[in-house]
């Protein structure tokens, strides 16, 4: 849920440009994608890069706290949902990306800064089934 009354564009664009310059540094400096899927999929496997996997994990867990310790205020959480609905929609989200052959950051994000067409084609996907399931879930199945 987006707590609107703490909203700011500014502070939006500055999250958005953070995580352009993360995924061009990532790109630039390993060649690779930073598609969150794809790096801790390689972790559970043990890819042979895993430590690099592994400290791109560390850096999205370690990041808020780090914000935190420099005094600025983490926006407060609410999730609507019992933990069963979130394992299921982690298991849902999992093997989609599985069959996506990525995520949201790795297509969305990465692919289409690079003009993919199958990114193009994934991101209009994911954002079409989050619709179809927030309208279900709120307006025909509440």
């Known amino acids: 849920m987006i707590a ?3 909203f700011t564009p500014a502070a939006s664009l500055a999250g958005g440009v953070l995580i352009g310059l993360a995924a061009a540094w990532f790109v630039l ?11 801790v999929g390689g972790l559970v496997d043990r890819a042979a890069d895993w430590p690099l996997r592994a ?7 370690l990041a808020p706290l780090a914000y935190r310790l420099l005094g600025g205020a983490l926006p407060v959480v609410q999730v609507e949902a019992s933990p069963f609905q979130l394992i299921v929609a ?3 989200v999992g093997l989609g990306t599985r069959y996506a052959s990525g995520c ?10 690079r ?6 084609v994934a991101t209009l ?4 089934a989050g ?3 927030v309208y279900l879930l709120r307006h025909v199945l509440a």
């Open 115 to 120: 003009l993919s067409p199958r990114s193009l």
């Open 55 to 61: 400290a791109f994990v560390a850096g999205l867990v």
């Open 29 to 39: 400096a390993n060649g690779r994608i930073a598609g969150i899927s794809g790096l």
């Open 4 to 6: 609107w009354d703490t």
């Open 131 to 133: 619709f179809v399931t």
């Open 104 to 113: 949201t950051s790795g297509h969305g994000v990465c692919g289409l800064a």
């Open 125 to 128: 996907s994911f954002m079409a």
């Open 90 to 92: 982690g298991l849902l």
